[in-house]
Each structure stands twice: as structure tokens, then as C-alpha cells.
């Protein structure tokens, strides 16, 4: 029974690295490229924030619902896809294919410090309208929104990677699109006043009582 049952435990193991290997090897934003711990590094400049194809012309639009967060707070990053141009496009992607990363003052990226791959089987297309806006959450490696844990400025920027056209075929050649970085204050902590004067107010009552006391 004991064999039997570390030879499946050895079995899960083999299946899960297989399948792990095959979803970064499967990666069309990490095919044949080393591992990168920063976006800029996997797609290139973010200065790249407007797509044009056939008249069709794309931006990535980033929005948040305040500009300044408590230290540990969720920050939530909403995204969009916006066809500005005068003509009708396709694009064709692999999820998750939109992320975003935030860097403090000194450029050092603080989150998610992780590398975006797709997962082969969530292939996905749209059609965008002159006008249209696509809506999309920035893919988040842990699964919890972003948070930061010390206070200053930040810049947050996404990226987008898709291909025009329809056919998922073709993802091997993506293309990046970048957002305009978006600024965000992590404010520091504010030291209760209250609490202090608690323990002032009783020193000066007690200072009060042994004045009389020895006064007296």
C-alpha cells in the first residue's frame, strides 16, 4: 500500500513540473527568452503607448479610483483598450496579456517583480470599433491586488501584448503596448495624537497631587 501510494505521489510531482515547464516554455511573451524579473526587460521601452494598424489606433488607458493610499492598502488598477483610430480591428491574445508593475522613485520595480506568461489554453480575440473601449484587469501573479508597504511616490505603468488579426496562430509575434505611467502616493503612517496625551495628562495630575502633598 506504502509503494502504491509514493508512486503516485511521485507521479503528481513529475505531471505538475511537466506542466510548469510547458506553461512558461508555451509562453508567447517568454518564447525562447531568459527569465525577466521586469516588464520593460520582456517587452521592451514602455515608451511605446499608441499602435497603429490600417487606421485603426490603440491605446492603453490606466484609471484608479484615488491617487493617494494608505501604506498596505489594495490599490486597484483598472485598464482599458481604446481604438482612437477611424477604422474597425482585430486582436487576438493569450491570458493573461495585460499587466502592470509599480517602481518607486529610484526606478527599482517593488510589484509584482514577476514575469507575465500565458497559459496556452485562454486564447482570446476582440473586435474593437472606432471609438470602443476594452475593458481588462490587469493580471495579478498572487492573486491579491497590489500593495505597498512604504510611504512616497510611485509610478504605475501597464502593458498590453496581443497581435492584430484574428488568428491565435500567429501570437508568436506579439505586440506591446504600453500605458502613460500613472502616479500614486503611498501616504506615511499618521502617529495618533490622542494616546499621548493620555499618559501626559496623568503625569500632570499626579505631579499636581505629590506638590500639594509635600506642601502640605
Not at 493610499?69 to 482612437?84: A, M
Request: aromatic share 10%; proline share 6%; charged share 15%.
Amino acid at each position: 500500500m506504502n509503494i502504491l501510494h509514493n508512486s503516485i505521489i511521485i507521479l503528481l510531482i513529475v505531471v505538475l513540473l511537466f506542466s510548469m515547464n510547458n506553461f512558461v516554455s508555451q509562453s508567447v511573451f517568454g518564447k525562447g527568452q531568459t527569465y525577466n524579473t521586469e516588464l520593460e526587460k520582456q517587452f521592451g521601452s514602455p515608451t511605446k503607448t499608441i499602435l497603429a494598424h490600417d487606421n485603426a489606433i490603440l491605446i492603453l488607458n490606466q484609471t484608479t479610483q484615488k491617487l493617494a493610499y494608505k501604506i498596505g492598502e489594495n490599490i486597484t488598477i483598472n485598464t482599458e483598450l481604446i481604438n482612437i483610430g477611424n477604422k474597425t480591428v482585430d486582436i487576438a491574445y493569450c491570458k493573461p496579456w495585460i499587466a502592470l508593475e509599480i517602481k518607486d522613485q529610484t526606478g527599482n520595480e517593488i510589484w509584482p517583480n514577476s514575469q507575465l506568461a500565458c497559459i496556452p489554453e485562454f486564447l482570446g480575440k476582440n473586435t474593437l470599433q472606432p471609438g470602443e473601449h476594452l475593458s481588462e484587469q490587469p493580471w495579478v501573479a498572487s492573486m491579491l491586488p497590489p500593495r505597498v508597504y512604504t510611504s512616497g511616490n510611485y509610478t504605475v505603468v501597464s502593458v498590453a501584448v496581443f497581435t492584430f488579426g484574428t488568428h491565435t496562430n500567429n501570437l508568436d509575434s506579439v505586440e506591446p503596448l504600453w500605458s502613460k505611467p500613472l502616479q500614486i502616493t503611498i501616504l506615511p503612517e499618521k502617529v495618533p495624537e490622542f494616546p499621548f496625551a493620555i499618559p501626559v495628562f496623568i503625569i500632570s495630575i499626579a505631579s499636581l497631587i505629590v506638590f500639594y502633598r509635600m506642601k502640605f
